[in-house]
């Protein structure tokens, strides 16, 4: 594992791709120049970058269903908020040895277990400049999209059904902020105290200081960032 990516889900990371963002890099690294065979997926805006810079593959809510991982990822949110047992490495490893890059729910949900099992790993904590537009975002996105899913009995709705449980008690617009600063706190926090390096990075900033935080060079002026903060048709 080289970089795991413990920002909430609409922190400015979120976009569509239906093509490669660079028709004559759709299969290679901008930095390794080694073949890259997921650069056209639907990923987090930053997951993308990270592809571009040679790290791949990135794991990414969308791994999960597409690796049949459900069963697993409700398993770890249960470990951790009904039986005070938190996977560990050994058993993040089931879901994550193949991968060198990590994003986005449900991997964000576990911070100080997955500083503690990646010693490794850069740490990237994605943020919003204002925790309320990070709320609103959530609002008008995800929320809605969760309330109104027509497969109640689908794998995928069954764990994100647990983390709404567990993590704001199924009532978003009341503890959704509240869980907003908790969770960047900890964080925070998780990565002070094992003296990790961390990154903070919101929406806007482009290649600069991901590359220099990660220790490649800058991008050329002719590879755009991926774009951001197109969720599945939402504004």
Known sequence: M?????????TGTQC?????????LETTSIITREPVTDIGSPLSALAEALIHLGISPVYHVREVGKNQHTPLRTEAIGAMFEVDSP???EEFDKILDEYEGLADYPAAIFPEELIEAYPEAAVILTVRDDGQKWHDSMMSTLIPA????????????LLADKYHQHCWSNEFSQHGLALYRRHNKAVRDAASR???????????LGWAPLCEFLGFPIPTTDVPYPRADDWLGYN
């Open 87 to 89: 996977w560990g490495r």
């Open 16 to 24: 569509r791709l239906s093509t490669p963002l660079l028709p004559h």
């Open 146 to 157: 969760h309330a109104q899913h027509n497969h109640r009995s689908s794998q995928m709705y």
């Open 194 to 204: 094992r003296g990790r390096k961390l990154l903070e990075y919101g929406p806007g």
């Open 2 to 10: 080289k970089v795991i990516v413990l920002g909430l889900p609409r």
